[in-house]
């Protein structure tokens, strides 16, 4: 397994031939603070083509993935809304079932493994899908005063999901403290092939911030 560092890179196709499915997985410890609060982390997607420019954007509303979304079938042709009240709001797209689909949203990091988990059928992603975007970010970070700095063991990695191999892992506390949200990193073709590339950028901001930063609606 690789041990991913800020602006690494992993060759898929070399560190896993033939590896279709993937699993990413999030990880996190409960960690009982002055806050008073659980640590509600969260891993979403964001499936991305690029502009002029070269920059990722959001494909669709419904090209986000996240704790909350509702995937149904692409061969019903019918409107589904996202469930639940607070953001991102009711009333937005729900997520067509285009090869990604969310495990689902835990909300204190307890119990054993990984916490939340994003899984990737790359036999089913449009040719359109140039790029994988992965955030991780503290619901209501702000609210509760929580950062990275106070999470314990908090981790992505990404494994084949049929074989359940371990390919790359990426320690997040390794490289953030005060900071809110993650992007952790980029799966993008090249040459034919999936890389995914360590992106480690952190910020203080929501994850309604990083869906107006890739061109979604709030």
């Given amino acids: 397994m690789i041990n991913l560092s800020k602006g690494g890179r992993v060759n898929l196709s070399k560190e896993a031939p033939g590896t279709?499915?993937?699993?990413?997985?999030?990880?996190?410890d409960a960690n009982a603070t002055d806050t008073g609060t659980d640590f509600d982390l969260d891993v979403s997607v964001f499936l991305c083509k690029y502009d002029a420019q070269t920059n990722p954007k959001l494909i669709s509303d419904q090209h986000f993935v996240f704790y909350n979304s509702e995937v149904r079938t692409m061969d019903r042709n019918e409107t589904f809304i996202q469930p639940g009240d607070d953001f991102p709001k009711r009333g937005m797209p729900a997520s067509k079932c285009m090869g990604v689909v969310h495990s689902g949203d835990n909300r204190t990091?307890?119990?054993?493994?990984?916490d939340e988990v994003i899984f990737i059928d790359m036999t089913k992603l449009a040719a359109d899908v140039e790029e994988i975007?992965?955030?991780?970010?503290?619901?209501q970070a702000e609210a509760r005063r929580q950062n990275f700095g106070q999470v314990r063991n908090s981790y992505i990695q990404i494994a084949d999901e049929v074989s359940g191999t371990m390919i790359a892992k990426y320690a997040l506390e390794e490289d953030f403290s005060m900071e809110t949200s993650v992007q952790v990193g980029s799966?993008?073709?090249?040459?034919?092939?999936?890389?995914?590339?360590?992106?480690g950028a952190g910020y203080n901001r929501g994850l309604g911030d990083f869906v107006r930063a890739y061109g979604g609606a709030v």
């Fill in 20 to 28: 279709q499915k993937f699993r990413i997985g999030l990880g996190w």
């Fill in 109 to 114: 990091g307890s119990g054993g493994g990984d």
């Fill in 133 to 139: 975007s992965v955030v991780v970010t503290i619901d």
């Fill in 187 to 199: 799966f993008y073709r090249r040459d034919g092939h999936f890389m995914f590339k360590a992106v």
